[in-house]
């Protein structure tokens, strides 16, 4: 078994993220460097993360095609609150956003973060989540590129660039891209509030 860092075993090196708490919102077949690098970066600005999935227990990682580590969950969308956190992190893979924009709970759970105007980060495949939510309308994102029509289709305009950030909503398209990506997340989550959205 194994699991992101412990918040508790790490010296933040700033205080930007001091006093709030990140969702990972994730299930079996995430990329796990799309989990592992923001949780990361959270935990280096003094930011604590929690992992929320479908139900409790252990949650596959993947590198690519390859498995990777099994990640103990916090919380479960059942007990899991927007109201409870300060920002979302939606790591890709293929399985795990595929599988998430299946169950309504994970659905209404990102929702409700643009609704509070509260900062949502989405990297790789992730976005199809998001086509799901129908939080797309008019924003500039990033996605894997098999994901472009899904986001055209939803209203959103997709760009192939390494990180978009448009409102609070924070796009890259692939492993390659997270340094940007983890940088511009954890602005993004140090703002006290983004528009919130009209669904």
């Excluded at 003094?46 to 103990?72: C, N, R, W, Y």
């Excluded at 660039?161 to 390659?176: A, F, N």
């Amino acid at each position: 078994m194994n699991r992101p860092p412990d918040p508790h075993l790490n010296s933040p090196q700033n205080s930007r993220l001091k006093g709030k708490t990140i969702a990972f919102l994730a299930t079996d077949g995430f990329e796990q460097s799309e989990l592992v690098g923001p949780w990361k970066a959270v935990l280096a600005a003094g930011g604590t993360p929690e992992l929320v999935s479908v139900e409790a227990g252990l949650i596959q990682g993947m590198h690519h095609d390859k498995k990777g580590d099994h990640f103990e969950v916090d919380t479960t969308l059942e007990k899991a609150s927007a109201l409870d956190y300060d920002g979302l992190v939606l790591p890709g893979g293929v399985a795990n956003p595929d599988t998430l924009r299946l169950v309504p709970s994970a659905v209404e759970f990102v929702r409700d973060f643009f609704r509070q105007g509260k900062a949502v980060a989405a990297i790789c495949h992730a976005p199809w989540i998001l086509v799901e939510a129908g939080v797309l309308e008019r924003r500039t994102v990033t996605s894997w590129p098999s994901l472009r029509t899904d986001i055209i289709n939803a209203g959103g305009i997709w760009v192939d660039d390494e990180v978009v950030c448009d409102h609070g909503l924070i796009t890259s398209r692939k492993p390659d891209d997270l340094p940007a990506f983890c940088r511009k997340a954890v602005e993004e989550f140090a703002e006290t509030t983004h528009a919130a959205l009209t669904i």
